[in-house]
């Protein structure tokens, strides 16, 4: 199965290391950082979600009508949308793309950046919605007749779209969390289930839990996994591992800047501490505690710099290293792989110019081997089974 990279598309040129020096929502900006992926071998960028950053649906539409090939995964929030105004939003952006859209379904876990926009449940209960508003939403997107709802968050009666989406029978649903909550309801509904890059073991241990998730949950397919990352990389060793000091310091030396949209990232939890509250960010924190450095080349200080916010474990090293590291995932089982620098434009263009071929040809090659085993034991079989007849 070919691999697919995963960039991120942004609407302002800010990251952990550097203040915005553009407007929040900058056109030209948001346009060359995604042709940049479309230009160097991305197959789909990011849209991420956060309370108070610009709408990443009308962005999307944007770069649809601007990129002819570059694929669009949209995180959206439940609580910002009534689920079947949302999938016509979606089924519209899925036309105005040509089927070139997915999308993130975000549950949230931090309470307080739930309540900027008005949410005050749960983290489980938050699950339990988001449940609830994909099936709605799936519903809405494939049916051709009215149809009541009846559910614990949602009620209403005769809706029936008449916009619907260009990929049969639906366009794809992604999914991201590490809580019980979160296998739960995203190994039941999603077709592509997000990680954050961890060591080989904790992300195989969570691979695991999402597939017995989906077989609890009645499922003969599996989700596709996704694995995300902050490579860091440079023509030697050397440069690289320098590159990734200076990367730690320039995290420190912003978050001690009181950088108002720095301290708005760090923020603290309901109970005042600086403890995150979603299990996918305890679990990168508590990596980082028990090391620095795992298997070929996760680098851990990035996410202990940044209080395990989101995707924040490293990759460092040469193209090649990093290439090679991106590959023991491939073996793993992930099928799509994640990436996104700190310099979002210049590290875009350099992974996708030095980094992604080294993975296609290598999972090309890795492929074929698999393709030629099988036919062979096939051969095999079928010389046994004429041998037994005669
Ligand atoms: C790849 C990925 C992307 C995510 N993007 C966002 C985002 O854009 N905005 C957001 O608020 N949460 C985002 N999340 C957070 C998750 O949707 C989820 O709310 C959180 O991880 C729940 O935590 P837990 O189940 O690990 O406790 C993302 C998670 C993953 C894995």
Redesign the pocket.
């Known amino acids: 199965m070919p691999v697919e990279f995963l960039g991120i598309a942004a609407t302002g040129d800010g990251s952990e290391t550097n203040s915005r020096t553009t407007a929040a929502f900058d056109r030209d900006y948001t346009l060359r950082l995604a042709r940049a992926h479309e230009e160097h071998g991305w197959d789909r960028v990011?849209f991420?979600?956060?309370a108070g950053s610009p709408d990443p649906a009308p962005a999307a539409a944007y770069l649809a009508a601007k990129l002819d090939r570059l694929q669009i995964l949209l995180?959206h929030?439940p609580n910002v949308s009534y689920p079947t105004f949302a999938a016509k939003t979606f089924a519209t952006l899925d036309q105005i793309s040509d089927g070139r859209l997915t999308v993130?379904f975000?549950?949230?876990?931090n309470d307080h950046?739930q309540q900027r926009e008005g949410d005050f449940l749960t983290?489980d209960q938050r699950y339990d919605r988001t449940l609830e508003y994909i099936r709605i939403v799936k519903r809405a997107w494939t049916s051709t007749e009215p149809f009541d709802h009846e559910g614990e968050y949602y009620r209403f009666r005769d809706f029936v779209s008449d916009v619907f989406p260009v990929q049969q029978p639906r366009p794809g649903v992604s999914f991201?969390?590490?809580?019980p909550?979160?296998y739960a309801a995203g190994a039941a509904e999603a077709d592509i289930y997000?990680?954050?890059g961890e060591p080989l073991a904790r992300t195989a241990e969570q691979i695991e839990a999402v597939r017995a998730a989906a077989r609890t949950a009645g499922r003969t397919d599996l989700p596709r996994i996704?694995v995300?990352f902050r490579p860091i990389i440079a023509p030697t060793e050397e440069l690289a591992w320098e590159k990734a000091y200076r990367t730690v310091d320039a995290i420190n030396a912003r978050k001690a800047s009181g950088d108002q949209l720095a301290r708005r990232r760090y923020r603290p939890s309901a109970d005042g501490s600086f403890r995150p509250e979603?299990?996918?960010s305890q679990r990168l924190l508590e990596i980082a505690a028990a090391g620095e450095r795992y298997d070929r080349a996760l680098w851990t200080p990035t996410a202990a710099a940044t209080g395990g916010a989101?995707?924040s474990n490293a990759l460092v090293g040469t193209p090649e290293t990093v290439a090679q590291a991106l590959l023991d995932y491939y073996d793993l089982g992930v099928d799509i792989l994640?990436a996104r620098g700190y310099d979002l434009l210049d590290d875009a263009i350099d992974f996708g110019r030095y980094v992604i071929p080294l993975v296609r040809e290598e999972v090309a090659k890795r492929d074929a081997e698999r393709a030629a085993e099988r036919a062979a034991r096939a051969e095999q079989d079928r010389h046994q089974l004429i041998a037994l007849q005669a």
């Open positions: 990011l991420a979600y956060g995180a929030r993130h975000i549950t949230g876990g950046e983290k991201g969390g590490s809580s909550a979160a997000c990680l954050w996704q995300a979603n299990t996918g989101g995707n994640s």
